[in-house]
Nanobody, 126 residues
Framework: QVQLVESGGGLVQAGGSLRLSCAASGRTFITSRMGWFRQAPGKVREFVAAINWSGDTTYYTDSAKGRFTISRGNAKNTVFLQMSSLKPEDTAVYYC???????????????????WGQGTQVTVSS
């Protein structure tokens, strides 16, 4: 079993920055990808970014490119999402997820992730 715990959400003004963290424990896989998704009220959960186990391959949705950076901690079981130039439309609950088998564009689908954290709220005020 895998447990994922997110932290770092909060309220920030437009143009500000936040850093989300996700700590994985339990059985993690050397080939796993970890991703960040978000879900705003009344909207479907959408992909934000993902990273492979070694940290040398990353994936971003177009709206995150240039503003968000996903990275792995030295212990590999921690993933960060550094968010800059935040906009009110970034307001959502952000979820960390782990996939044992996704690759390439497949890592953008929430269906490829078997394990999810409880989510952390990010609110960007205008």
């Amino acid at each position: 079993q895998v447990q994922l715990v997110e932290s770092g959400g909060g309220l920030v003004q437009a143009g500000g920055s936040l850093r989300l963290s996700c700590a994985a424990s339990g059985r993690t896989f050397i080939t796993s990808r970890m991703g960040w998704f978000r879900q705003a009220p009344g909207k479907v959960r959408e992909f934000v970014a993902a990273i492979n186990w070694s940290g040398d391959t990353t994936y971003y949705t177009d709206s995150a490119k240039g503003r968000f950076t996903i990275s792995r901690g030295n212990a590999k079981n921690t993933v960060f999402l550094q968010m800059s130039s935040l906009k009110p439309e970034d307001t959502a609950v952000y979820y960390c997820a782990l996939s044992a088998e996704c690759s390439g564009n497949g890592c953008q689908s929430p269906l490829r992730y078997a394990y999810w954290g409880q989510g952390t709220q990010v609110t960007v005020s205008s």
